[in-house]
Every structure is written in C-alpha cells, then in structure tokens.
C-alpha cells in the first residue's frame, strides 16, 4: 500500500505530465474500465463510466491516502489499495498518431542507416 509521499507524487505526477505524455487537468475522460467491477460498491461498474465519460478533470489534489480528482459534474475519490497502481490509456486516435510516427521514424533510421554503409 502506498504510503502519503507517493499518493502525492502521483497526482502531482498526473497534474504534470501522467503516463501518457499529458497532464491530466483540462483532458476529457473517454471512458473507464474497471478491471474489477466490485472496486466500487456505488454506482454500477457500467453507470460509473457513463458518468465519467465526456467530463474534464478541472483539478487533482489528495486527501489522506485518496487522489481527488475534481470533474465538471462529479468528484472522483480513487483509493490506489495494494498495488498503488493507476493506468492512464491515450484514446485511440492519440495511441495511432503515435504509432505511425514511430513508424516513420523507425523508417527514416533504417534509411539513415543504409546511407551510411554505402558511403563506405
């Protein structure tokens, strides 16, 4: 269980730049998946990720060992338990433009590279 000094480095980590490259204040939540739907008691896991789907963080902060993350219509209390562990996903369409340009630049360094030999 994490203990308050990495709660805190979470959110602040989340209010910078999370996993995904982006703070996470001012983006709109896509969706919810939860890996385990009893994590909650209230609402269900589906009415949960209507709730949250389409609303902006406003602002993270902590209380105790909870992240609180302010939405537009909700506040969401997450409680990271024994594995101190929350993922962040980019949406789909920010997952793909990243894939093509480590595609091309995967390319481009194959290139580089056979230009190199040939100068040889």
């Known amino acids: ?9 979470i959110a602040e980590s989340l209010r910078r730049a999370g996993e995904v490259g982006l703070p996470l204040v001012g983006q709109t939540l896509v969706g919810a998946t939860l890996r385990w739907p009893r994590h909650i008691a209230q609402p269900t896991a589906l009415e949960f990720a209507e709730l949250v789907r389409g609303q902006t963080v406003r602002a993270i902060g902590r209380r105790g060992k909870f992240l609180v993350l302010d939405l537009d219509r909700h506040t969401l ?10 993922r962040m996903a980019a949406s789909a369409a920010r997952a793909n433009e990243r894939r093509k340009r480590a595609t091309i630049a995967r390319v481009m360094e194959r290139a580089r590279q056979r230009l190199r030999a040939r100068s040889r």
């Open 77 to 86: 209390l997450i409680h990271l338990r024994m594995s101190g562990d929350l």
């Open 1 to 9: 269980m994490p203990e308050l000094p990495e709660v805190e480095t």
